[in-house]
């Protein structure tokens, strides 16, 4: 009777652990980004990340396996820095995922060592340019927690990735090129750069012409924003890959385009 009694607890208790173990989160989710102070202003580079939503990032597959590196800080919703882990950007609608703001961050420092990089998420999902020109509330917004993160470092750039939401409407792409130039130019003034580096990223290659029926106007627009303002980089995102829906960078391809980002920052900040 006795050992029945013993193996009984014995089940009831492993039943009790396996319980307390299936409610208890994994460390990747139960742990916050560490708030840090940055380091001195000559040594932090600071770098905006704009536009919608393959700015934020869609797919969170990678996030449970991801690395903190605590030379790449990010500026989170309370103003304060804290080690970049993704996702960086919030959003109440949609769960963000894999941006190529971290990537870039990483790829940079491959070149930068001795420096810490800064990134501003500013960037929200399904917004389109009108939201972003001078006076609209994306890009007060945007400028405002600019000039905030500047009190700590340098603004070396820009990194912009949006026009998904001006491909449905004629109206909106005929004139992107002309608004996109002019929001860029306002945001160099505001901030007192007039030869900020901006990077463009291209349109996802896999977006489906029948739903984005002026696609090819805008890409042609993003394609030609280089032309049209000085120290502007361009990020091809040829054979980048979605996540399944037609509409974001896979996890994996938003690794690569960071990349490209970074080598096209490089470019645009070291134009003559």
């Not at 996802?204 to 029926?213: Q, S, T, V």
Request: net charge positive; charged share 20%.
């Amino acid at each position: 009777m006795k050992r029945i009694i013993f193996v009984l607890v014995g089940i009831l208790f492993g039943v009790y652990c396996t319980g307390l173990h299936s409610q208890r989160p994994a460390q990747s989710a139960i742990s916050a980004p560490v708030v840090v102070v940055p380091p001195v202003k000559v040594s932090f580079h600071i770098y905006l990340l704009m536009g919608q939503s393959n700015m934020v990032g869609r797919d969170t597959r990678s996030l449970a396996s991801q690395v903190d590196d605590p030379r790449v800080l990010a500026l989170n919703s309370d103003n304060h820095w804290v080690v970049a882990r993704e996702p960086i950007h919030t959003d109440a609608r949609i769960p963000p995922g894999q941006g190529p703001g971290i990537p870039f961050a990483l790829e940079t420092l491959k070149a930068t060592s001795k420096v810490t990089i800064g990134l501003v998420p500013c960037a929200v999902g399904g917004t389109p340019l009108r939201r972003w020109v001078k006076g609209a509330d994306l890009y007060e917004a945007c400028v405002a927690r600019a000039r905030l993160a500047a009190q700590a470092g340098s603004i070396d750039g820009v990194l912009w990735h949006q026009g998904e939401a001006d491909t449905t409407s004629q109206e909106n792409a005929d004139v992107y090129e002309a608004r996109l130039v002019q929001m860029f130019k306002d945001l160099r003034k505001d901030l007192g750069r007039t030869d900020l580096p901006i990077v463009v990223g291209q349109l996802g290659p896999f977006l489906d012409p029948a739903k984005y029926p002026y696609l090819d106007t805008v890409r042609a627009a993003i394609r030609n924003i280089p032309t049209d303002l000085p120290h502007v980089g361009y990020a091809d995102s040829t054979g980048l890959e979605d996540r399944g829906d037609k509409l974001h960078f896979s996890a994996d391809s938003q690794k690569v385009f960071g990349a490209r980002y970074a080598k096209a920052m490089r470019e645009a900040a070291s134009e003559k």
